[in-house]
């Protein structure tokens, strides 16, 4: 229903106006007694923007983080005064982390009564002021126009968070009863935004060729910058004999099956990636602000050229020695140009029969019988059955690894995860929005029972829309991931890592979605089909071997020595962890 032409206008019809004339159509959140006014202007122009009740402002804000990714648009949450605004914080920051343009609209006091110890009262301004690239609040119906326009564009031209408050009352204040200051005159703003080409400089490419033209063994790290830059890409990596690795924000900008990729970096990546990256003489950075620094060529060892958008990227984590800012697809395009093809594919050909042989230790980790439960049957079954076009999200976790190394990506999938925040318990909600945006498409999640505690939740919200999502829980009782930190990074035993046993078949059951349970390997894929043609949302919890390695795919000497002294002080669980420590994919990840 729209709102009658009648009607005097609000600030909160005003700020929908606004967000309309944005391209916002939909606004995740959850109602309270500071944003009730603008929940009222929703609801007369629920034909223009819908509202997405979450469960909690959390996963709200991690599904309009989600929504930019998936969209490119603005990501739009809401959340009333005090605890709403504070919910926010996680999913702000995911969108912060990973250069999401968001828009968050908060609730404050009654004007005056802010700042006096009255109920729920929190600076909304100076809590978000971190987070947010833009943080203001709004205090008057002739005030919402400017600051609204503004915060739409500061997300969307800084691809980050912009944050508006709005007190009770202004909330529900007519434009006639707002007096304009003499200088704020009618008209002057508008919803104008263009973005800009951003050619890359002439030297910039000489001297990137010239490095480029001089290498032997050169490696192309490709992120989520270079996301439509996937023909440059191929194209460039053909012509220099150079494998692309990916960081996991790029997992989804070549196919993993494209014989020039090698798969993820870092912790959670393959060991060809890795070999590539020891062993490289040059590298070319795209579009990636990879954070793990360890899992780069050494200082020193490669000669590194970095292309991104934002000069403040460059040289974060790696010596640059020629920075090219600009477009990755306009700058790739522009080197591809001054390259001539490398004859010598000798280090391709090494890394490519590393990655063979990282695949048949993929599988034969797969393949393994019995039980418990091996996470990697889990995972690999879940693969085989993907849509050419689904949508995988994943959680935070060794979920995420098993996700990182056993999806492989096909050309017309998207892949989405909180990456450099990395937060538990933002796979339901990423999922939440990947199937609001994307209709039809198959959305699948991966998750860990630790994360999935965070926003279970949510599997509520699946149910109220009708979202045809498919999650798989790896569930093995730990927070895994740190489990193994503890016990291979520090040499310390486990400790506090342990879950209580939860059946969330069950849990799911009772947010009416369907609810599964894998418990033995040979009953994986018949499961799996089961869940595959069931046309509503469904849960499918494996119950998993706790005991199973999360490793890097290359070991260093440490993690061995740090292993026994763990093990030493955890006799009960030793046997059990060096039994699959000398099953694949464990053995190959740990060979030196
Ligand atoms: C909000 C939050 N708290 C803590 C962490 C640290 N952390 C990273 S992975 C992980 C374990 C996650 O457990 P689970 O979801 O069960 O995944 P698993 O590793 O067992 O697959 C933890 C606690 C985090 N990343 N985010
Ligand atoms: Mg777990």
């Not at 929703?42 to 469960?55: E, G, H, K, N, W």
């Not at 920051?93 to 004007?111: C, E």
């Not at 062993?279 to 970095?306: M, N």
């Not at 010598?344 to 418990?372: H, M, N, Y």
Request: glycine share 8%; aromatic share 6%; charged share 20%.
């Amino acid at each position: 229903m729209s709102i009658a032409t009648s009607q005097p206008k609000t600030a909160s019809h005003l700020l929908l106006d606004v967000l309309e004339q944005w391209g916002i159509d939909t606004i995740y959140g959850l109602p309270g007694d500071g944003i009730n006014g603008i929940m009222e202007a929703l609801r007369q122009r629920q034909d223009r923007i819908r509202f997405i009740l979450a469960r909690n402002e959390e996963g709200a804000a991690f599904m309009a983080c989600a929504h930019a990714k998936w969209t490119g648009k603005i990501g739009c949450c809401l959340a009333t005064t005090g605890p709403g605004g504070v919910h926010l914080l996680n999913g702000l920051y995911d969108a912060k982390f990973d250069r999401a343009p968001v828009l968050a609209i908060t609730g404050l006091p009654y004007q005056d009564l802010m700042q006096t110890h009255t109920q729920q009262d929190i600076d909304h301004t100076r809590l978000f002021s971190d987070v947010a690239a833009y943080s203001t609040a709004i205090f008057s119906a002739a005030h919402v126009e400017n600051a609204a326009s503004l915060a739409c564009r500061t997300a969307l031209a800084r691809r980050g968070v912009a944050h508006i408050a709005l007190p009770v009352d202004v909330q529900e204040q007519k434009l006639e009863e707002s007096e304009r200051s003499p200088r704020n005159k009618p008209g002057h703003v508008t919803a104008a935004y263009v973005e800009a080409e951003r050619h890359p400089n002439a030297d910039a490419i000489a001297n990137a060729a010239d490095i480029l033209g001089k290498g032997e063994k050169i490696v192309i790290l490709a992120g989520q910058g270079a996301v439509k830059a996937r023909v440059e890409l191929l194209e460039i990596a053909e012509l220099l004999g150079a494998p692309i690795v990916k960081a996991l924000l790029g997992k989804a900008v070549v196919p993993d099956h494209h014989p020039m990729v090698m798969g993820g970096v870092g912790y959670l990546g393959t060991r060809p990636s890795q070999q590539a990256l020891e062993e490289c003489d040059t590298l070319l950075i795209v579009g990636s602000g990879f954070p793990y620094i360890e899992y780069y060529p050494k200082p020193g060892q490669a000669r590194a050229i970095q292309i991104d958008i934002d000069p403040t990227r460059i040289s974060l984590r790696y010596p640059i020695e020629a920075p090219v800012v600009g477009d990755a697809a306009l700058s790739l395009r522009a080197l591809i140009e001054q390259l001539h093809p490398h004859a010598d594919r000798s280090f391709l050909e090494r890394i490519q029969r590393t990655k063979e042989a990282w695949l048949v230790s993929l599988e034969d980790g797969a393949e393994r019988e019995g039980q418990p439960l091996k996470p990697q049957r889990v995972v690999r079954d879940l693969d085989l059955r993907l849509a050419e076009d689904a949508i995988i999200v994943t959680d935070c976790g060794h979920n995420t690894g098993l996700a990182a190394q056993y999806v492989m990506m096909r050309s017309n999938q998207l892949f989405g995860v909180s990456g450099t925040l990395a937060c538990m318990g933002a796979g339901i909600p990423y999922a939440v929005a990947a199937a609001l945006v994307f209709p039809g498409r198959q959305v699948v999640a991966v998750v860990g029972d630790g994360g999935l505690s965070m926003s279970v939740a949510e599997l509520a919200t699946i149910r109220k829309y009708d979202l045809p999502i498919r999650i798989v829980v790896i569930n093995n009782s730990s927070l895994g991931q740190i489990q193994w930190e503890q016990m291979m990074f520090l040499g310390h035993p486990e400790f506090g890592c342990a879950l209580e046993p939860v059946n969330f078949a069950r849990i799911a059951e009772g947010c009416g979605l369907k609810g599964l349970r894998i418990t033995r390997s040979d009953e994986c894929a018949v499961i799996m089909d089961e869940a595959f043609a069931h046309p509503g949302p469904v849960l499918i919890d494996a119950v998993v071997d706790a005991a199973e390695p999360m490793l890097p795919p290359k070991r260093r000497e440490t993690y061995v020595e740090n292993m026994e002294k763990a093990l030493q002080q955890m006799p009960n669980a030793r046997s059990e962890i060096e039994r699959a420590m000398q099953e694949e994919p464990a053995r190959t990840a740990l060979q030196p």
